[in-house]
Each structure stands twice: as structure tokens, then as C-alpha cells.
């Protein structure tokens, strides 16, 4: 079981700082943590620390930075103490980053402009801007003047800028990597944004040549997700409430044992 965290266990807020996981997700990854013959991963484009900060879940994996990083947390673990690995990145692209992270806020001196530093790679984020096309247009042409060499790749979506390594691990090759590291028999991805329909991508691939059996589900809470990314699903739900449902359901299932099927509602 393998799911985003932004827009997918907890709703989209305005600064990315305030995220907090549905209450009923994270019992429902700690049932499921403890299920027999299940394997819990969180994939986000956040920090390793920050994401196990915010689910607080033990006994799962956590891959940040769209699995640039990774921890595996025991049960009753503290979120500093992990050992987090992260790919390597060369000293010109970490002090890239460092240069970006101080110079672009000097160019917009905005509030709502959220920096959020991931070492060799960074984010920006604008949703609370008033005009997000302006803001994002604003962000580009800073970062450009930065970086004119773009030694670190752009990406991401109408609400923020992604600034990452040139070759850095996506969703979709680090749910490849799940899917050769664990040997599954099914796999179930849930996402809302364009980074996770990478791994949608990949679980349809692998699926397609009989590597795994699996399900690719989109959290349509918001506009983005139900343009562009829902169809690259097998499966919409309508909000992270209803993912949190999903996976409680799920984890009845798993835990109750074969043959046990709890009420439908």
C-alpha cells in the first residue's frame, strides 16, 4: 500500500506548513502497518523528516522528495531519530539549491511565497497567491536569473515551482523500486497531483507485463487533480476522507483474516 500525503491523506491548505493528516488515515496506515502480509510505504514530495513528522505512523517506509530519500521507521520511532539515505548530488547542484533558497525570496518579497529546502534540491510554493499564473511567471523568471544554466531541472504544477537534480529519482521509478525491493503480489498507489500519475504510469506498465496485480487511485479533492491526472487512474475517489475510508477498509479487511468481509455501508 503505497499513497501520497498532500491532497491525498490530508486536504490542500494555502501554506503547505499547516498540512495535517486525516485523523482517520493515519489509524487506518497503523491498522494497516500491522496487517499480515502488508507492506505500508508513503511517497510524497516532502522531506523524509517532515513526512514522518506529520503521519507519525511507525513501521512503515518513508520515501521523500519523490524518492530522492528514504527511512524506514520502526514502531514507536521519533521522526529526528531516523536514518534517512538520499540519493548523492554534486556540490555544484546542492549549492544551487543553497543559492536559490536565499536569493529568489530577495526577489519576491512576497508572503505568499513558501520555501521549502530539500538539501541538493528545493520547492516553491504559491498557492495562496492571488493570481497563481502571475505568481508562478514571477518564480520562473527569479529562478532563471538565479540559474540561467539550469543546473537544476524544473517541474511541477500550476501551484508550485519543483527545483531537483538533473536525473533525480520520480514517483514512478520509486515505485518500481518497491515493487523489485518487496515482489508484491498487488500494489495499490494513491495520489492527487501530476507526480503521482508518474507512478500511476509505472504500476500500469508493470501491471500491463504481469510484473504485479494493482490499482492506480486518484483523491479528486481539487481542480488539479481532475485535470490531468484522474484519467491516468483505475479508480476516483472524491476527497483524502474518503481515501482514509478506503484504507480503513482495507485494513478491517487485511486484519479480520481470509474470508471475512466487514459491512458495507
Do not use: N
Not at 52 to 66: M, N, P, S, T
Amino acid at each position: 500500500m503505497v499513497s501520497d500525503f498532500d491532497g491525498t491523506l490530508a486536504g490542500l491548505v494555502s501554506d503547505p506548513w499547516g498540512a495535517t493528516i486525516v485523523p482517520s488515515a493515519r489509524r487506518a496506515l497503523r491498522g494497516l502497518a500491522v496487517a499480515p502480509g502488508v507492506q505500508v510505504a508513503l511517497l510524497s514530495g516532502r522531506t523524509v523528516l517532515d513526512l514522518a513528522g506529520r503521519a507519525r505512523v511507525g513501521g512503515i517506509r518513508y520515501l521523500g522528495d519523490h524518492g530522492a530519500e528514504w527511512a524506514t521507521a520502526p514502531r514507536g520511532f521519533r521522526p529526528g531519530a531516523l536514518q534517512v539515505q538520499r540519493e548523492p548530488a554534486s556540490a555544484a547542484e546542492i549549492a544551487m539549491a543553497e543559492r536559490l533558497r536565499l536569493e529568489v525570496p530577495l526577489a519576491i518579497a512576497e508572503a505568499w511565497l513558501v520555501i521549502e529546502p530539500k538539501g541538493s534540491a528545493l520547492t516553491f510554493h504559491f498557492r495562496a497567491a492571488p493570481d497563481t499564473e502571475a505568481a508562478r511567471a514571477r518564480v520562473v523568471a527569479a529562478t532563471d536569473s538565479v540559474d540561467p544554466a539550469g543546473i537544476l531541472v524544473r517541474s511541477g504544477g500550476r501551484r508550485s515551482l519543483e527545483l531537483r537534480p538533473a536525473g533525480a529519482t520520480d514517483k514512478g521509478t520509486a515505485l518500481l523500486r518497491l515493487i523489485d525491493e518487496h515482489q508484491p503480489c498487488v500494489i495499490v498507489m494513491l495520489g492527487d497531483d501530476h507526480t503521482d500519475a508518474l507512478a500511476f504510469d509505472a504500476l500500469r506498465r508493470a501491471r500491463s507485463r504481469g510484473a504485479v496485480e494493482g490499482l492506480a487511485i486518484a483523491v479528486a479533492g481539487h481542480v488539479d487533480t481532475r485535470a490531468g491526472v484522474a484519467e491516468r487512474a483505475d479508480h476516483v475517489l472524491s476527497s483524502p476522507r474518503e481515501a482514509a475510508r478506503f484504507l480503513g477498509l482495507v485494513a478491517r479487511v487485511r486484519c479480520a483474516g481470509p474470508g471475512v468481509r466487514p459491512r458495507s455501508r
